[in-house]
């Protein structure tokens, strides 16, 4: 019913930039929170960051918060994750994630609706 398709990942080198994309189609990704979850091999999915529909509100991870900036484009129904002063420790999986009930920061992983199919980040030293 939501798709999801990120783009972005990448290879950077400590301190550097990336911005990743994710565009979504369906019949509700307009009233859905969006956000962002990343996850390493061996460890729980995560949450990162997530913005509310209208785009009034965007919820951080205390390890991101002051490095990483959500916002989104409700035209294109896309949502970008500006990732600044990236880390060795910012290395994973990300994945796009949307709901139009649950909020995002606060649901458990595994009961968000929508996913997107994953872009790797690598940080390298």
């Known amino acids: 019913q939501v798709q999801l398709v990120e783009s972005g990942g990448g290879l950077v080198q400590a301190g550097g930039s990336l911005r990743l994309s994710c565009a979504g189609s369906?019949?509700?990704?307009?009233?859905?929170?969006m956000g962002w979850y990343r996850q390493v091999p061996g460890k729980e999915r995560e949450f990162v960051a997530s913005?509310?529909?209208?785009?009034?509100?965007?919820y951080y991870a205390d390890s991101v918060k002051g490095r990483f900036i959500i916002s989104r484009d409700n035209a294109k129904n896309t949502i970008y994750l500006q990732m600044n002063s990236l880390k060795i420790e910012d290395t994973a999986v990300y994945y796009c994630?949307?709901?139009?009930?649950?909020?995002?920061?606060?649901?458990?992983?595994?009961?968000?609706?929508?996913w997107g199919q994953g872009t790797t980040v690598t940080v390298s030293s």
């Open positions: 369906g019949r509700t990704i307009r009233n859905a929170e």
């Open positions: 913005i509310t529909w209208n785009g009034g509100t965007a």
């Open positions: 994630a949307a709901d139009p009930v649950r909020p995002l920061k606060t649901a458990r992983w595994t009961f968000i609706e929508s």
